[in-house]
């Protein structure tokens, strides 16, 4: 579920608000507001599309879980998944690099 | 015959709702209801797609990526990839159709090419284009859609659907939840595009999908079909949401003492997990992909990854507890029955595409996994677009229309008791969930739970309507309930056992019920047999 919006780096564009299939965010006057935490249905959409990765998704479904910001940080987990799928500059190239055609058959 | 820049005409907006005139609306945001509005802008309409989340995100296919039935035009390609899983399907599939989708799902795969979809290419210099990036491609069908002229309403819930005095669908009612107020959609045709509906069960990407366009169709008096073939599984870490069954064909699976569990698998031997998880902890360990096969699993789904990279769990060398998440007719064939070639449906003006209308023309009862409903999705949400438009092109001017609302359930000022959306959807879910209810089904408990089901309905037929902001809650506990007593009572209409309805009670294929059941009504629940359309044509050359 989505536990975090980093407040140092949020710029409140409210793009997760909009994105967020669920719902789960408000707008406020400043940094969105995690509002329906338990609507929350963990599919990491909301991080992919922030663009100053300020947003952590636990990848646990069912419960909320305490989380270390500035730990997250440390190990680069913020952003991890825009990163993964090229969405970031400087890997861009993985948009390409599916290799489903590989797997499918097993 | 094209006229992208006609856009839905505004009659008002003010009393707190949004009215709109149109010839096309589209009921969800997904692959099918983008596929769909694209195509009936392209034939000409005024198009709204209304999404109740975020046309781009919303849906099992934004979160997830999906493999697609996307075969070259060789016929000898064709027919095997046909006749493939036939025996899977318990033989229900109907030939011609898995052709023109084969042809239609060709045609648009292309298009996304030419649209800059970032298809990979092998080592071979091929571009390879059966499988998509669920993100990529969402984020590139809103682009395209809002190109074509469409209004997007994104965070507008559909809640019920109008008809005229004829009874043709003549648009749909909803809310606009960020903004607090409501829409009013009139259009000449509607499209619906839902999705199925995997009961909150959060698999990936799903709780969007209350089966909610099932709901609005069948209040009109539409007909749904094959929906006993609707307990499909996915196996996913126990305590995430990420269900990626094929990665787990390179997986070994044990039990809280490490042993191998005999005959677990997750092709084919789902339902021994099933019986595992019934008596204690199951594991798995992707212990039998090698380190280049580990590399194509990263690149190819990265969120498969997140779950265990999030919690430091290397998958490949570390045993790990896993479940089974209910993924109902998103993953089953059922659906609302679609009568001709344009995905018509049983209701005039009305339309069905994607997971929200029946797959059992190209699946039989056996899921195609994403495969076939990505393929499906592209040509429904085609063939429904064009067949839309045309049926409003022929309706003409509608101005004397009267219409009138059609939501029943939660609407009603009822017994003064409001509906209590989230303990219904519990109530729910402890009817849907249980494997020995709904994997392994028999006469007895299916009976038993159907009662159950019938209570939970009387009670919310008879309840009045909830507060404002619970509305749209209650509308999606309804339809996960009318969509349970559909499945139930088809599951036990059909006694024996093919595709993915297994029956303990009717462990056989029986020759006999080679026939889709044909399901439908709210306060009463009815079933009928009907026949495969090639047994349709052959009795009537006789």
């Not at chain 1, 669920?22 to 338990?38: H, L, M, S």
């Not at chain 1, 879980?65 to 987990?77: G, S």
């Not at chain 2, 462990?507 to 349709?536: C, I, K, M, N």
Request: proline share 4%.
């Amino acid at each position: 579920m989505i536990e975090v919006i980093d407040t140092e780096r949020c710029t409140a564009c409210d793009i997760c608000v909009n994105v967020c299939p669920t719902n789960v965010f408000d707008k406020t006057d400043g940094i969105p507001r995690i509002a329906r935490q338990n609507d929350c249905q963990t599919c990491f959409l909301c991080e992919l599309y922030c663009p100053e990765d300020a947003l952590f998704v636990s990848p646990f479904a069912d419960a909320p879980q305490e989380v270390d910001v500035a730990a997250l940080k440390e190990a680069a987990l913020l952003g991890s998944y825009r990163r993964a799928v090229g969405w970031t500059d400087e890997s861009r190239q993985l948009r390409t690099a599916d290799r489903s055609y590989r797997l499918f058959g097993h | 015959m094209t006229n992208p820049l006609s856009r839905a005409e505004k009659l008002s907006s003010s009393a707190g709702s949004l009215v709109l005139d149109v010839d096309v609306l589209v009921l969800g945001g997904g692959p099918a209801g983008t596929w769909a509005a694209i195509s009936a802008a392209e034939h000409g309409a005024r198009v709204v797609l209304a999404d109740k989340g975020f046309c781009g995100t919303s849906g099992a296919t934004a979160a997830a990526g999906t493999g697609v039935w996307y075969v070259d035009p060789v016929p000898e390609r064709r027919e095997g990839a046909m006749a493939s899983r036939e025996k899977l399907g318990g033989y229900l599939q109907d030939r011609r159709w898995m052709a023109r989708v084969l042809d239609r799902t060709f045609t648009q795969s292309n298009r996304l090419a030419d649209w800059g979809y970032p298809y990979p290419v092998d080592e071979g210099g091929k571009p390879q284009r059966n499988s998509l990036q669920g993100p990529e491609y969402m984020r590139l069908m809103r682009k395209r859609t809002k190109q074509a002229g469409v209004t997007i309403l994104d965070h507008a819930p559909a809640l019920e659907l109008l008809v005229d005095e004829n009874g043709v669908v003549a648009g749909a009612a909803g809310l606009r939840r960020q903004r607090g107020d409501r829409w009013v959609v009139k259009a000449k045709a509607v499209v619906i595009a839902t999705g199925g509906c995997a009961f909150l069960s959060k698999t990936l990407g799903s709780n969007v999908l209350t089966g909610d366009g099932y709901l609005l169709a069948a209040e009109t008096g539409a007909d749904l079909t094959s929906m006993e073939f609707s307990n499909a599984y996915a196996i996913s870490p126990a305590f995430g949401s990420v269900t990626k069954t094929l990665f787990y064909s390179w997986a070994s699976f044990t039990d809280e003492e490490g042993s191998r569990i005999p005959g677990a698998s997750s092709k084919g031997g789902r339902s021994v997990i099933a019986r595992a998880l019934r008596r204690g902890p199951v594991y798995a360990q992707l212990d039998e992909a090698d380190s280049e096969t580990q590399r194509h699993m990263r690149v190819s789904q990265p969120n498969f990854f997140l779950p265990f990279d999030r919690t430091g769990i290397d998958p490949f060398t570390q045993r790990f507890p896993i479940t089974l998440r209910l993924e109902g007719t998103v993953r089953g064939t059922g659906g609302l029955r679609i009568v001709d070639d344009d995905c018509a449906t049983t209701v005039p003006g009305l339309f069905a595409a994607g997971d929200a209308a029946t797959r059992e023309l190209i699946c039989g009862g056996f899921t195609g996994g994403g495969s076939h409903n990505a393929a499906w999705a592209m040509s429904s949400g085609y063939w429904a677009g064009q067949g839309a438009a045309g049926f409003a092109r022929q309706l003409g001017a509608t101005s004397k229309r009267q219409v009138s609302r059609r939501g029943t359930v939660a609407f009603r000022s009822g017994n003064g008791r409001p509906l209590q959306a989230g303990k219904l959807a519990r109530g729910v879910q402890g009817e849907v969930f249980p494997y020995e209810l709904n994997y392994f089904r028999e006469a007895g408990r299916l009976g038993e739970s159907l009662r159950r089901l019938d209570g939970f309905w009387s009670e919310a037929a008879d309840a009045s309507a909830p507060a404002e902001q619970d509305l749209l809650r209650a509308r999606e506990a309804a339809a996960m309930l009318a969509t349970a007593r559909w499945m139930y009572r088809s599951a036990l209409a059909r006694q024996e056992s093919r595709g993915m309805h297994r029956r303990d009670d009717y462990p056989e294929q029986d020759d006999r019920y080679r026939h889709y059941v044909t399901t439908g009504g709210l306060d009463e629940v009815w079933t009928s047999a009907r026949p495969l359309a090639f047994a349709q044509y052959s009795e009537a050359a006789e």
